[in-house]
Every structure is written in structure tokens, then in C-alpha cells.
């Protein structure tokens, strides 16, 4: 029921046997006895057994395969070759088959149908092999080809160069077999087993084997030199060259240039062997990343990213991937955080971004906690937070806390997991990460206001578009209607506002006017706006009354409307042919009408509520409509109350009876000039204050 039981007892089995034939293959007995027949007929059948414990082990390794364990004859096969040619081996070794030569034609070929069998069932079966398996068993069939091709070289040059004691050396290049397996096993979790050494253990381990091979060399060929002849000519200097002589050299003088030259020789190895060490040792520490990096140059490229950087999750992006590259860490994270309330950004590398973003989630704000307690800290370890955030820090390998601080307000941290090289950060990494807190606090708090200007700039680009279709969905052109001169302007107080006017109809011989007023003003008034004149317009279609379009209008905004919100308006219906009009009044200002005939203003007030204070029957009940006869001159201004309560700086206000002036003073001008009048009139009075109110007129003055 566990596969890799016995592939682990599998591979033991085989390694065991071959490393058996390595250690006994050389060995020699002078004599023939029955101890060394029966160490011979061991030896023999090590080979054919290995292979057969080595062929089944694939049926396990480096996955159960179940179209090769199903038939189990494909395993029998291998161990009945194996004993056939043991046999074999046993019977020649007892003089009981016929010659030696037959004998061991038997076996070579037995061993290579052996091993013939064992690529025929890799050939047959390789399209039901896992994926994952085929990566796994092209590694070790690489490393394993290298190393046999590495032993076999070494011991063919053995063999030419007459070294014939030391063949047994290039025995030592099959142990890539074995390690090759070991490197599988550990690295892709197999068998059940953890063989993982820390890189940290490794890079001495490799450190320390280069350092020893190198000197073992060095050593080698400076023993070596004393025992070269140098032939070394008599020379001598004379004019200012060399003169090679024919005539021996003094003894003594040629002793003495040959150990100069040996000296030199060996310095000259050394130097070698100095620079070869300090090349393989830099290829060793990019290998287990432990180089070192320049303080003032990497601090420079946190500078440039942090300046380059202006949104908040490309600054963060840009921060930990320089970070991670910079101290060749394998995780690292950042959390920004707004108002010391909420983590607002969030990033790592070396993380699964989903598995990052459910750990910001849950340990945010109890970071926040934790970092605010900290306030003197300006690094610890996980190991000091609470035990549920500690854990899953823990868990995904995380190390370091690193708050980052702006003017002692907390704006994010770092969280640090382990370096590459799984070396502890040392005393000038921890100082060189608080230096990039100081200068990331900076930054975050740059990204914050660049963030509030962008939404500013953003929202102020949407209100300019509101203003403009707001603006769009007022009058564009004034209605020409016999007899009467009209002139109408909204302006809001904001980007929007809540003010509006509308011409229905527009054609003779009648025209209704409609003003209307929200309450508040800005983006949610501007909305209701909309509103309110969608739903008038629609409901004029059918040819209501101004107190039947109120009172419709209602029902409408009475369902749909905030209780707090509410409409004033104010509309008439103007018949020319009739020279009447029609007024009716929901909560809006009164009507201020000229009238040429008696020459006085007045307030036309007929009663009503607000558009969308109460219900229905409440609100036509209260209702009225007047009807009044027009003449020649006369003039009806419509305004809202951000005209009459215009203030100034200290509070006054314009109010009706300045409005009233204003109008009795222009009613000779045209309509256009009575509005622009009165808006001036407005304007000065305010003088420097800031309109508080949109301010809408209308002007309709009677030919």
C-alpha cells in the first residue's frame, strides 16, 4: 500500500550490490580457495541482481507506476536472467561447463539482454509515464551517463599512462550516481524523505572542498618541481645583450639558476593558484548568493525607485523587487498604511500573491496594533508578535519586521523573510533596511498626496463633465413666442448644482415656465435635478395644468426621494392668445410680477408645499392656482433663493426688497438686460464673498 517502501529497499539493494563489485573487483588473492570461489560467484552475480533490483525499482520510482506492477512477470523476468547467470558464473567457477570462454559469453550476453530488457520496457511504457516523472528520470539518466562515461575515461587514461594501481580512483566518479539519486529524492520530496541541507551547510561544505582541492594540487606540483631538470645554457652579458656559450656552465652557477627558476616557477604557480581560488570562489558565492553589496550604491538604487515611484502600488512593486534583488532575499513584503487605521497597499515577492493578499487581510490591522506598541523599535524579529499573527509569519517563512515610520506617525512596515543564501541577516543589513524605511516613509507619504491630488484632480474632471452635461440639459436657445420677450440663466454655486429652469412647449400661443430649486447643493442636488426634470418633462406630455404637473410630480418624487431632500418650484403657463397665465407655486419664492399698468412690483404667492415633503392628498390639498390677466410692459421674474439670500461678508443678506428695486429700476429694458441687471446688482452687493447658493432668473416681459 506504500510505493515508496520498497523503492527505497529497491535502490538500497542496488546501490548496495554495485558498491559490492566496486570494492571487491580489484582485489587480488594469490590463492584459488573455496573462500575465493564463493567471493567470486558473489561478485559475479552482483552485477545481474543489481540490475534486477535496479530495473524494479522503477516500477516505484520516482512514482508507483501501475501499468508495470499490474503484471508482475515483468519484474520475475529481470530476477530469473540474474539467477541463470549466476548459475552460469557458479558452474564455470566448479569446472562444471565446459570451457571458460563459453562460459563467459553466456554471462556478457546474459547482462546485456538484461539491460537491453530493462530499455525495452522504458521504450514500450514511456507514454504512460507522469510528466513529473520523465523530468525526474531525464536528470538521472543524464547524471548517470556522465558519470559512467567520466569513470571510464579516467580509467582508460589510467590504463595508457601505466598508472595501473590507481585505476580503482576512477571508481570514484560512479559516486555521481548514488548523489544524483540523493539530489532527486531531497529536492522534489520523494520517498517520503527530507534530505535538505541548508545552503548556508552547502556553501561551507563546497567552500571548504574547493580551498582543499586547490592546496592539495598546489602542493602536489610544488613537490613535483624539485624533480625537473632544467637545462639551463651558459650565457653571459657583455654589449648590452645575451650571449648563449657553447662551453659547459659552472656547476655551481647553474645550481644557482635553477633554484632561481624553481623559485620562480612556484610563485608563479601560487600567484596562479590564487587567482584560480579567488575566480572559483566568486563563481561560489554568485552560485549561493553571498555576495556582498555596495552600502552606498544600493542605497542610491532604493533612491532612484522611491523618486521614480509615484503611485502608492507601483512605489511598493518597485520597492521590495529592488530590495529582493539588491540583498538576494527569497520573500520579502510591504504594507502601507493609512491613517494608522487600515493597510491600504499590500505587496511581496517571492509570495503567491493570493496567499500574501488572505495574510494582509487577516494580520493588517492587528499589525498596526502591534507596530503602534513598538513606537521605539525600529526592527525586531516575528518572534516578539502575538502568537496568532507570529504563526503565520512563521508559516511563510517570514523573519523581520521593519515599521516605517513618518514624523513618529506609522505608515507601513516591511516584513523580511530569509536570504537566499538561508544565512542570518547580519548587523549592516538590518542598519541598511532602517535606512530605507527612513527613506521609504518619505515616499509613502509622497504616494499618499499624490494619491488625494489624483482623486481631486479626477473628481474635478468629473464634475467639469457633470457641469457640462448639466449645463447641456438647461435651455440652449431661447424660445421665440409672439409677443413676449424671454431670457433665462442658471449659475451653480459649485462644479453642479441643484438649480434648474425649463421652457415646455416654447411655440404659440402658449409657453410654460418652470423653476425649480433642490434643496443643498452640489454633486447630490445636481442629481435630483436631473430628476425632477426628466419626470416634469415626461409628465408635460400630457398637456397638464402647473398645479396638475405639480401634484403628478409629486406622487413620483414622494416614493422615490430622501426624506431630509425636498424641491421647491415655481411654474406658469403663459397663454398669448389669451394674454393670460396660469401660476402655481410648490414652496418656491413668490413670483415677482411689474406691472406697467399701476407701475408697482409685486409678489405673487399662491399657496404649496415642497415637491416630495408629503404625500399626495396632502400636498394638492394645499395647493392653489392663480390665473391673472397681462398687458403691454408688464414683466414676471422668476428667481431661486440664492439670489434673495445672497450674503456678504458679514452676513447681510440681498433680500426681496432690494430684488424689487432692482426690477422696478430696469423694467424698460429688454428681457436679457433686466437678467444681467439683476445679477450684477447681486454680484456687487456680495462684493468679494464666495456664493454660498446656485442663482437661477428667468425674465419674461410682455411686448
Known amino acids: 500500500n506504500r510505493p515508496d517502501a520498497p523503492a527505497a529497499r529497491l535502490l538500497g539493494l542496488a546501490f548496495i550490490v554495485f558498491g559490492f563489485f566496486l570494492m571487491v573487483t580489484l582485489s587480488r588473492d594469490p590463492q584459488f580457495d573455496l573462500f575465493a570461489k564463493i567471493r567470486m560467484v558473489l561478485l559475479a552475480s552482483s552485477i545481474p541482481f543489481g540490475l534486477a533490483f535496479w530495473t524494479q525499482s522503477k516500477f516505484y520510482f520516482p512514482s508507483a507506476r501501475p501499468e508495470l506492477l499490474d503484471n508482475p512477470w515483468l519484474a520475475r523476468v529481470s530476477y530469473l536472467a540474474a539467477t541463470v547467470i549466476s548459475a552460469t558464473f557458479a558452474l564455470m567457477i566448479l569446472g562444471k561447463l565446459g570451457t571458460v570462454l563459453l562460459a563467459q559469453v553466456l554471462i556478457s550476453v546474459g547482462i546485456v539482454g538484461m539491460m537491453v530488457y530493462s530499455w525495452v520496457l522504458h521504450f514500450i511504457f514511456r507514454d504512460k509515464r507522469p510528466k513529473e516523472d520523465k523530468k525526474v528520470r531525464n536528470f538521472l539518466t543524464a547524471a548517470s551517463t556522465a558519470s559512467l562515461l567520466v569513470a571510464f575515461a579516467t580509467g582508460f587514461a589510467l590504463y595508457l ?12 566518479a560512479l559516486l555521481g550516481i548514488p548523489f544524483s539519486y540523493l539530489y532527486v529524492i531531497g529536492h522534489y520530496q520523494l520517498l517520503e524523505m527530507k534530505l535538505r541541507i541548508k545552503r548556508s551547510v552547502k556553501y561551507i561544505i563546497v567552500t571548504s572542498v574547493w580551498g582543499a582541492l586547490l592546496v592539495i594540487v598546489l602542493l602536489k606540483i610544488l613537490l613535483a618541481l624539485p624533480e625537473l631538470y632544467l637545462d639551463i645554457p651558459n650565457f653571459e652579458f657583455t654589449g648590452g645583450r645575451f650571449v648563449v ?9 647553474h645550481d644557482f639558476w635553477e633554484r632561481l627558476v624553481m623559485i620562480f616557477l612556484a610563485l608563479v604557480t601560487t600567484f596562479a593558484f590564487w587567482r584560480i581560488g579567488k575566480a572559483g570562489q566568486r563563481l561560489i558565492d554568485r552560485r549561493f548568493n553571498r555576495r556582498t553589496f555596495n552600502l ?35 520573500r520579502v513584503g510591504v504594507m502601507f498604511f493609512r491613517d494608522q487605521r487600515m493597510c491600504c497597499c499590500h505587496e511581496a515577492y517571492g509570495f503567491d500573491g493570493s496567499e500574501w493578499n488572505e495574510l494582509c487581510l487577516y494580520s493588517g490591522e492587528k499589525m498596526i496594533r502591534e507596530l503602534n506598541r513598538f513606537r521605539s523599535e525600529s526592527r525586531f524579529s516575528v518572534d516578539y508578535l502575538p502568537e496568532e499573527i507570529k504563526v503565520q509569519f512563521q508559516e511563510k517563512e517570514f523573519r523581520h519586521v521593519i515599521p516605517i515610520r513618518f514624523k513618529d506617525k506609522l505608515v507601513g512596515t516591511f516584513i523580511i523573510g530569509e536570504k537566499l543564501s538561508e544565512t542570518p541577516l547580519h548587523i549592516e543589513d538590518l542598519a541598511f533596511l532602517s535606512a530605507v524605511a527612513k527613506q521609504a516613509s518619505i515616499a509613502i507619504e509622497n504616494a499618499f498626496l499624490h494619491e488625494e491630488l489624483t482623486e481631486q484632480e479626477r473628481l474635478k474632471h468629473e464634475l467639469k463633465i ?14 421665440q413666442v409672439d409677443g413676449l420677450d424671454i431670457s433665462g440663466i442658471s449659475i451653480p454655486a459649485l462644479e453642479v448644482g441643484g438649480d434648474y429652469f425649463d421652457y415646455l412647449n416654447g411655440v404659440s400661443p402658449g409657453l410654460t415656465i418652470i423653476v425649480g430649486d433642490v434643496s443643498g447643493k452640489g454633486t447630490s442636488a445636481a442629481l435630483y435635478m436631473s430628476k425632477v426634470q ?10 397638464l395644468s402647473p398645479a396638475e404637473l405639480f401634484i403628478r410630480a409629486n406622487t413620483l418624487l414622494w416614493q422615490d426621494m430622501e426624506k431630509k431632500s425636498f424641491v421647491t418650484a415655481i411654474g406658469a403657463c403663459v397663454d398669448t392668445k389669451k394674454r393670460t397665465i396660469v401660476l402655481a407655486r410648490a414652496g418656491h419664492l413668490p413670483l415677482f410680477y411689474y406691472e406697467s399698468r399701476s407701475q408697482n412690483v409685486s409678489l405673487l404667492t399662491p399657496k404649496g408645499l415642497g415637491l416630495g415633503l408629503d404625500k399626495e392628498d396632502t400636498f394638492a390639498g394645499e395647493l392653489e392656482e392663480h390665473v391673472l390677466s397681462y398687458a403691454s410692459g408688464d414683466v414676471f421674474l422668476f428667481v431661486t433663493d440664492g439670489v434673495t439670500e445672497a450674503q456678504t461678508v458679514d452676513g447681510r443678506e440681498f433680500g426681496e426688497e432690494k430684488l424689487i428695486e432692482v426690477l422696478a429700476a430696469n423694467v424698460s429694458y429688454g428681457a ?17 464673498a464666495v456664493p454660498h447658493d446656485d442663482q437661477t432668473v428667468v425674465v419674461v416681459k410682455v411686448k
Open 534 to 543: 426628466g419626470i416634469i418633462r415626461s409628465l408635460h406630455t400630457f398637456d
Open 672 to 688: 436679457e438686460a433686466i437678467r444681467d441687471n439683476v445679477l450684477a446688482a447681486v454680484s456687487t452687493f456680495v462684493a468679494d
Open 161 to 172: 599512462t601505466g598508472h595501473f594501481m590507481e585505476i580503482g580512483y576512477s571508481g570514484l
Open 245 to 253: 656559450l657553447d662551453i659547459p656552465p659552472d656547476p655551481k652557477l
Open 296 to 330: 552606498s550604491h544600493a542605497t542610491g538604487e532604493m533612491a532612484e525607485v522611491m523618486a521614480t515611484k509615484l503611485g502608492m502600488t507601483d512605489l511598493a512593486r518597485g520597492i521590495i523587487e529592488r530590495l529582493a534583488r539588491l540583498m538576494e532575499l527569497k
Open 466 to 479: 457633470a457641469r457640462r452635461i448639466q449645463m447641456a440639459s438647461l435651455p440652449q436657445e431661447t424660445p
